[in-house]
């Protein structure tokens, strides 16, 4: 059973935490690796160069948007493909992102965590919601 008095507050901090997650990985990039280096990295993959900066961007933004709260179901939702290309970049890594070139229990926990926040909604003080798109009407309490 949900308790519907305090499963909002419980979303909110799913809520920052994953959009925390989604922001810090996004400054990883910047900050670490730089862009340019990003850039390198992906096309040693085969992939363009040039996606460095909408991947960047994407979680960066979705991240901040996540943390807000403004449609940060969707936004969550429409980061997946994102973390789903890097989680297939780890797989051949192993399990824990710890081992040699990362693996891929912290893209895959990211997946999950968006997919739920998805399904679940966007909690407690959230700044622009919506309701679930796609599946049914949104629960009424």
């Known amino acids: 059973m949900i308790d519907t008095r305090s499963a909002p507050y419980g979303v909110f901090l799913l809520r920052v ?9 996004a400054l990883l990039k910047y900050a670490v690796f730089t862009i340019p280096g990003f850039a390198g990295y992906l096309g040693s993959l085969g992939l363009p160069a040039g996606l460095a900066w909408p991947v960047f961007l994407a979680e960066l933004i979705g991240g901040l948007l996540i ?18 290309g890097a989680m297939s970049v780890h797989i051949p890594n192993g399990w824990l992102f710890s081992s040699t070139g990362g693996g891929w229990e912290y893209p895959g926990f990211l997946i999950v ?3 739920a926040l998805w399904l679940i909604g966007d909690g407690a003080f959230a700044l622009r919601s919506r309701p679930l798109l796609f599946v049914g009407r949104p629960a009424t309490a």
């Open 17 to 25: 935490a994953l959009g925390a997650m989604w922001v810090s990985h």
């Open 113 to 115: 965590t968006s997919f």
């Open 67 to 84: 943390i807000s709260g403004v449609y940060a179901r969707h936004v969550a939702l429409l980061l997946i493909p994102v973390m789903a």
